[in-house]
């Protein structure tokens, strides 16, 4: 066997290693409303910046054919994300550069029918990823603190409109 090949084959069972290792962040949150009127106030692709409290502007883009969202904090920070997936109640993003701690970062933002109320939907954002520069603890405490922000915000717009 050659050296090139073992290296190759270690290479590719490291990758998928590291995929079936990625930490995971799931949070939700129960509302009241129809499916298609929260996700008409949320799942605007820089509807973000509406609900989301350290995000102060989100600019659009498009580069390759794909939506592009340049997201700027607050405190002057710099996250740009990649559409890679649109449904009608869902869509699914990468982020390309980041402060974060994370790398190989995949989320999905999503409304789905709540089972146990049908006057009202659960919001849920979900995530893949890889820590970057920090502990796996660390990392997902980060992304943990976005999206209980986001989602308590989400669901303090919708009692407001009440």
Known sequence: ???????????VSFAF???????????????????????AKIGGWCAIADWLPPIAKC???SAGGKKIR??????????KETLIKSEP????YTIDESPLPVAN????????????DEDEVNVVWSAKFDPKGASEADAKKVIEGIFKDGLAEIRKQAKAKK
């Open 1 to 11: 066997m050659s050296y090139r090949f073992i290296a190759s084959a270690l290479a």
């Open 17 to 39: 290693t590291a995929a079936a290792n990625a930490a995971e962040v799931r949070r939700k949150v129960e509302i009241r409303g129809e499916k298609a009127a929260v996700w």
């Open 59 to 61: 600019e659009e883009s």
């Open 70 to 79: 340049t997201l700027t904090t607050k405190d002057g920070g710099v996250i």
């Open 89 to 92: 109640l869902s869509y699914s």
């Open 105 to 116: 970062y995949t989320a999905t933002l999503a409304v789905l029918p709540d089972d146990d």
